[in-house]
């Protein structure tokens, strides 16, 4: 069974551009999360991704946006970068059904400068 | 962004030790789950509670979903080195569009000396 892989690992960006990270969710789930987590805090959620569509967005501005493809997997794109935009962005995918825990992967480190 | 209130916020113990430590919130949550974070990498799923009242196991690892739905506690037994990392709660509600998201505690950082 492969797990949750995400891609690029560390990523170092300018502010102003953006910039896209990927996600290749667990084999038989249907459903990814994005969540931000800043150094020395828990992880926020973004936005879920479940058949394709946005299903649910947490307070996020709309520069942060996403993709789910047909295979599951995902983007997240976040547009204009800002310096507090550096963080570890997380992907992580879940089953449907009655038990929903998520898995992540190991996340892309991404440095605004 | 909403976080659980997580504590203690850092422990240091002596190998061999026992660990407790709990998560409240404001909020009702349907679902606990505590995860395990290494620097560098993503955190990893140590036990999922479902039910108000459960106590589950994993190894050394127990954790229970507190009856008012609104509170968890993980328990680590007979600490070891590699228990050294930061430990989340998260809870788990289901947003207006039918999203399961997690909301996280800011951890617990665990050292065990040797």
């Known amino acids: 069974e492969t797990g949750v892989t995400q891609s690029p690992t560390h990523l170092i960006k300018t502010r102003g551009q953006q910039v896209t990270l990927r996600c290749s969710s667990q084999?038989?789930?249907?459903?990814v999360s994005w969540y931000q987590q800043a150094l020395g805090q828990g992880p926020q959620f973004i936005f879920q991704?479940?058949?394709?569509?946005?299903?649910g967005r947490g307070n996020f501005p709309p520069r942060f946006s996403g993709l789910q493809f047909p295979n599951y997997s995902s983007e997240l794109n976040v547009n204009a970068l800002e310096l507090d935009d550096s963080a570890l962005y997380l992907c992580?995918?879940?089953?449907?059904?009655?038990?929903?825990?998520?898995?992540f992967g190991q996340g892309t480190r991404l440095t605004v400068v | 962004g909403q976080q659980l209130n997580q504590s203690p916020q850092s422990m240091f113990i002596q190998e061999g030790e026992d660990v407790s430590m709990n998560c409240t919130s404001s909020?009702?949550?349907?679902?606990w789950l505590w995860y395990k974070q290494d620097p560098g990498e993503g955190p990893v799923l140590l036990i999922a509670?479902?039910?108000?009242?459960e106590l589950t196991s994993n190894g050394r690892l127990t954790a229970q979903f507190g009856i008012t739905r609104k509170d968890s506690f993980l328990n680590i037994s007979a600490s070891i080195p590699s228990d050294v990392g930061i430990y989340f709660c998260?809870?788990?509600?289901?947003?207006?569009?039918?999203?399961?998201?997690?909301?996280f505690g800011s951890g617990t950082q665990l050292t065990v000396l040797p």
């Open positions: 992580a995918s879940s089953p449907t059904g009655v038990r929903t825990e998520a898995f």
């Open positions: 084999s038989g789930h249907n459903t």
């Open positions: 991704y479940y058949r394709e569509e946005e299903n």
């Open positions: 909020s009702i949550f349907n679902t």
């Open positions: 509670l479902y039910k108000a009242g």
């Open positions: 998260a809870g788990q509600s289901i947003s207006s569009g039918s999203a399961r998201q997690l909301t």
